[in-house]
């Protein structure tokens, strides 16, 4: 068992704690922001080691992937709210000073961290955790996650000292990594970008795919047999058959949703009320929210790389509403926007499409080479709007555009 930390951390832990809770509240005053990650940077400089001191006596469990993070951690709080109190970085601040914020909560006995993928062996250390679930690799950031194999490498040093791992069986590079942990739990969360694992990460030969089935040709890593899958609209595993019926979109939902029960029933929760719970998560930060501008009914979608875009462009390609597609290459959308070519949008055709963002122009070359019409609108949502017709409208958008066209739309309905 942890002990207790001596009297004077205990007292150099309540100092940052009381530091961070005042900065927190004086960026939430000057209007800069929740203040959660501010405070969360304060009480990491007064006392480095609050992670590790406030996770003690808790269970504490991880949820990192390339894509989905948000989403998941939003169901999964919701999922293990049954057994009691949960505390989450919601917000999606998912390095250091977001887990503070989260930690600090004094009334949950169980904590869910969205954890960015490279900081996941910082954050095992740290925190110590029950469980890890991990949703997929591939690109993102390719000025800071440019090597995917790099990450599955640090992933599976780390998750040895994890008790249980629900990971993607359907995702090479989580596959090896999570065989790592003492048990495994695998679920069918399907990988439809595939160009991110074509290498075997545990001997560097080509993995061999027959359907959903792969293998390594070499050494014989190969696809497990999943312990949980989807059907249609059920989640599906050796004992039970319950319809999802999730209001959020997407079968990459479906599969979010599945990873979640897996991991909510290891700790002790019952699975079809951790499904009955996940139905009331309808937005998380905005994503797949819907609002009125101007005779508009706006969806906001998020996409950030690769395979975001290859999942929400499937998404959105079953219905014919205009679109705006709005694109930026800010520090954390990542500078280099040269993976838009590796994504179709051919799916798209026939659709009315305006561009906007700090790299609109870099999108409509896109689209010009997949033989998409559309108009560059410049920068705001708004003018992009009222170049399309009333009624429904789809905005996807990566982050940082994604996070203008929240408050561009929240100080238009202020007005």
């Not at 029933?265 to 139905?279: K, L, P, Y």
């Amino acid at each position: 068992m942890s002990q207790p930390p001596s009297p004077d951390r205990g007292l150099r832990l309540r100092a940052a704690l009381g530091a961070g809770r005042a900065a927190s509240a004086l960026s939430r005053l000057t209007g800069r922001g929740s203040g959660g990650v501010i405070g969360g940077r304060v009480v990491l400089k007064v006392q480095p080691a609050t992670p590790r001191l406030l996770s003690r006596g808790r269970t504490v469990m991880l949820v990192s992937g390339t894509n989905g993070k948000t989403t998941t951690t939003a169901m999964l709080t919701a999922a293990m709210g049954a057994l009691g109190p949960v505390a989450s970085n919601a917000d999606g601040a998912n390095t250091p000073p977001g887990f503070v914020a989260a930690l600090a909560d004094p009334r949950a006995e169980r904590v869910v961290l969205e954890t960015d993928e490279g900081w996941l062996p910082w954050t095992v250390t740290q925190t110590r955790p029950e469980l890890a679930l991990l949703l997929n690799l591939s690109r993102d950031q390719l000025t800071r996650h440019h090597e995917v194999g790099k990450l599955a490498v640090s992933w599976r040093s780390a998750l040895s000292d994890v008790p249980t791992a629900v990971g993607n069986a359907d995702d090479p590079d989580v596959v090896w990594a999570a065989m790592a942990s003492p048990k495994q739990v695998w679920v069918a969360a399907g990988q439809w970008w595939t160009q991110d694992s074509v290498a075997c990460p545990r001997c560097g030969n080509r993995c061999h795919r027959d359907g959903v089935a792969w293998r390594c040709g070499s050494c014989e890593l190969a696809r497990p047999e999943p312990d949980w899958w989807v059907e249609g609209d059920d989640l599906v595993s050796a004992d039970v058959r319950i319809p999802l019926q999730l209001p959020l979109p997407g079968r990459f939902n479906k599969a979010n949703a599945a990873m979640v029960v897996a991991a909510a029933v290891q700790q002790g929760a019952d699975a079809q009320t951790a499904v009955q719970a996940m139905r009331e998560v309808r937005t998380v930060a905005g994503r797949y929210a819907v609002q009125d501008y101007r005779g508009r009914r706006i969806r906001l979608l998020l996409a950030k790389n690769p395979a975001g875009w290859l999942e929400t462009i499937q998404l959105i390609s079953q219905g014919d509403a205009p679109l705006v597609l709005a694109f930026n290459s800010q520090g954390v959308d990542g500078r280099d926007p040269s993976w838009l070519y590796d994504v179709s949008f051919r799916s798209l055709a026939g659709r009315r499409i305006a561009v906007i963002g700090e790299r609109s122009a870099d999108m409509g070359v896109r689209l010009k080479l997949d033989g998409l019409e559309y108009v560059d609108a410049g920068r705001r949502l708004r003018d992009a709007l009222d170049l399309l017709p009333p009624g429904q409208v789809d905005v996807l958008a990566n982050y940082t555009a994604f996070q203008d066209a929240r408050r561009e739309l929240a100080h238009a309905q202020g007005q």
